[in-house]
């Protein structure tokens, strides 16, 4: 009962000090804030700070501690049909369908800055090795095929990503990531090319 009570109270904390990070990012940008100031925004050290994150840019894009977990489950209620793309895409539009709208904000906002360009894009890797997983799983005789289509799915989500106005909402980019997917023509393991 402690233990869970302990673990409880850690993840609290770690989303006090990402919800911190998100929002005074987003009121100063991100060469404005420093990690005393997100200390304090939630109510700890800096000292407990870098108990939770190496960086201030891990405390934006670091993926959530039950992202795994979350993931996981997706991977695993995913619909098993005769189109394995089909099934992929459900697993990919429920996750855009998850996270909090303002975090893509901040994501963009920090992207555009140029200082941290290239960090926005690597928060989805850990998708794209939970589908390739699941890819894995689904075609354990195909390697090569279970690849691409993670590696597919992921590219179609970063394009969508890229893609976006932040100035508009955040279903704005659910209706991206879903017109991405949709767009992709997948070959079916097992059948010749023409």
Same mark, same amino acid.
């Given at each position: 009962?402690?233990?869970?009570?302990?673990?409880?109270?850690?993840?609290?904390? #770690?989303?006090?000090?990402?919800?911190?990070?998100?929002?005074?990012?987003?009121?100063?940008?991100?060469?404005?804030?420093?990690?005393?100031?997100?200390?304090?925004?939630?109510?700890?050290?800096?000292?407990?700070?870098?108990?939770?994150?190496?960086?201030?840019?891990?405390?934006?894009?670091?993926?959530?501690?039950?992202?795994?977990?979350?993931?996981?489950?997706?991977?695993?209620?995913?619909?098993?049909?005769?189109?394995? #793309?089909?099934?992929?895409?459900?697993?990919?539009?429920?996750?855009?369908?998850?996270?909090?709208?303002?975090?893509?904000?901040?994501?963009?906002?920090?992207?555009?800055?140029?200082?941290?360009?290239?960090?926005?894009?690597?928060?989805?890797?850990?998708?794209?090795?939970?589908?390739?997983? #699941?890819?894995?799983?689904?075609?354990? =005789?195909?390697?090569?095929?279970?690849?691409?289509?993670?590696?597919?799915? =992921?590219?179609?989500?970063?394009?969508?990503?890229?893609?976006?106005?932040?100035?508009?909402?955040? =279903?704005?980019?659910?209706?991206?990531?879903?017109?991405?997917?949709?767009?992709?023509?997948?070959?079916?393991? =097992?059948?010749?090319?023409?």
């Amino acid at each position: 009962m402690e233990q869970v009570a302990r673990q409880s109270s850690r993840l609290a904390t #770690w989303h006090a000090l990402r919800e911190a990070t998100l929002r005074l990012v987003a009121e100063r940008g991100f060469a404005a804030v420093t990690v005393d100031d997100v200390a304090a925004a939630a109510g700890t050290s800096r000292r407990t700070f870098f108990n939770y994150f190496p960086t201030k840019a891990a405390a934006l894009f670091d993926p959530e501690p039950e992202l795994a977990g979350r993931l996981q489950r997706l991977t695993e209620e995913a619909p098993v049909t005769d189109d394995a #793309w089909a099934d992929l895409c459900w697993i990919c539009a429920s996750f855009v369908r998850w996270g909090p709208p303002d975090t893509l904000h901040v994501y963009r906002q920090v992207a555009e800055s140029g200082e941290l360009s290239d960090y926005p894009v690597q928060i989805h890797r850990h998708l794209e090795e939970a589908l390739e997983a #699941w890819a894995a799983r689904r075609f354990p =005789g195909d390697p090569l095929h279970a690849r691409q289509l993670a590696a597919t799915a =992921g590219a179609a989500l970063v394009a969508a990503f890229r893609t976006w106005d932040p100035a508009t909402p955040a =279903g704005e980019f659910v209706r991206l990531a879903d017109r991405a997917l949709a767009a992709v023509t997948v070959r079916r393991a =097992g059948t010749e090319e023409t």
